[in-house]
């Protein structure tokens, strides 16, 4: 019989994925409350301290980290001396583990004081992750809730190959490697440094773009995991995908407009560059002003703003060719006369 070892915070799906695997002959092992979720479904699961002999301690820091877990994840089932000594120390094989982290971005959001900070950082998690990654060829390693029915229909149809294993571990060494990020990102922060001798960055993919700076070039958009608030957090109402350029120029021209808080302004950017740029009364009379800054080098350009369009401004901006019209909202008449141009790009900026 298979065995798998599943712990999570985030429990959407898992009583599903729990109940699918056990259908499937495995013999499931828990901890804490995930343990206590799949019970309660009605499926049958082992606690951790019934495999390792050992109680979960400190407040479930210690549960996980016990030779009986990592010896079963990361003996090779195919070198002789690894099988014969598991077998002398009474090891049983896991062959799956389903894993997701304590929710320390969510703390670092909720701007939680640094003893919350401390306590959302995972030990055993991560430490089960790595073991089951690095015997991927042997272990399967689920990380990811949206991977739980293509993990299931591949162990069923006997899919689960080498390649489809790898890709799962790939998935896994980057989940925790973006985690250690955050979490070293935090700490220089409680340290001042501004320009630590070492930096670690983590980027997440936010979309695919058109194309790169030219048109034969392929291009996607990340952003900054630890940044809570994106400059390029947006929902696109209208247009063609964004592109490479588009992306330049949006993010200079939303970084002008929040220079001016409370202002009611306008910016206009071409080629990364302010073409027009205006404070005003409405919003109508900081566009106008804007446009006449430069009514040439707007033409092609992108614009961005900190109020609500409405509809005579809009009129104004579908008189000439523009890549993008982005605001935090627009009324319901703007957003319609905008839309008359196919291939306008009207964002909604989320984080202005």
């Known amino acids: 019989m298979k065995r798998a070892l599943i712990s999570v915070t985030d429990k959407t799906g ?8 056990h259908q499937l002959g495995f013999e499931l092992i828990s901890t804490g409350n995930t343990q206590k979720k799949i019970v309660e479904a009605g499926i049958e699961c082992k606690t951790i301290d019934e495999i390792t002999g050992f109680p979960e301690i400190l407040d479930g820091r210690v549960k996980t980290l016990h030779p009986v877990v990592h010896g079963g994840l990361l003996y090779r089932r195919d070198l002789p001396s690894h099988v014969e000594t598991v077998e002398k120390m009474n090891i049983q094989a896991i062959d799956l583990v389903c894993v997701n982290l304590y929710q320390f971005e969510k703390a670092l959001q ?21 073991s089951a990654s690095k015997n991927f060829k042997d272990v399967l390693i689920v990380t990811d809730p949206k991977d ?4 299931l229909e591949a162990i069923k149809t006997k899919q689960d190959t080498f390649e489809f294993r790898r890709h799962l571990a790939y998935k896994a060494f980057s989940l925790t490697g973006s985690y250690d990020a955050m979490i070293s990102r935090y700490f220089a922060g409680l340290e001042g440094e501004t320009f630590p001798d070492i930096l670690n960055i983590s980027l997440r993919k936010t979309e695919h773009l ?7 070039q392929a291009a996607n958009a990340y952003e900054d995991s630890f940044v809570q608030h994106s400059l390029l957090d947006y929902e696109q109402l209208n247009g063609k995908e964004i592109s ?5 120029d949006l993010y200079g021209a939303i970084a002008v407009v929040r220079e001016f808080n409370d202002q009611i302004v306008t ?19 900081s566009y106008m002003k804007a ?3 430069d009514p040439q080098s707007i033409f092609g350009g992108i614009v961005a703003v900190n109020y609500k369009i409405d509809a005579k401004t809009a009129t104004e901006m579908k008189k000439i060719f523009l ?5 935090p909202d627009f009324d319901e008449d703007a957003l319609e006369i905008l839309k008359t141009k196919k291939n306008l790009r009207i964002l909604k900026l989320k984080n202005l």
């Open 267 to 285: 910016a206009a950017i071409k080629h990364s560059t302010p073409c027009g740029v205006a404070i005003g009364e409405t919003g109508y009379a």
């Open 148 to 151: 739980y029915d293509a993990v």
């Open 210 to 216: 058109r194309y790169g700076e030219n048109a034969q």
């Open 291 to 293: 446009y006449e800054a």
């Open 244 to 248: 490479f350029n588009n992306v330049n």
């Open 323 to 327: 890549e993008i019209v982005a605001a």
């Open 14 to 21: 898992i009583v599903e994925f729990a109940r699918g695997l």
């Open 110 to 130: 909720e701007g939680r004081p640094m003893e919350d900070m401390i306590e959302n950082i995972d030990i055993g998690g991560p430490s089960m992750i790595r």
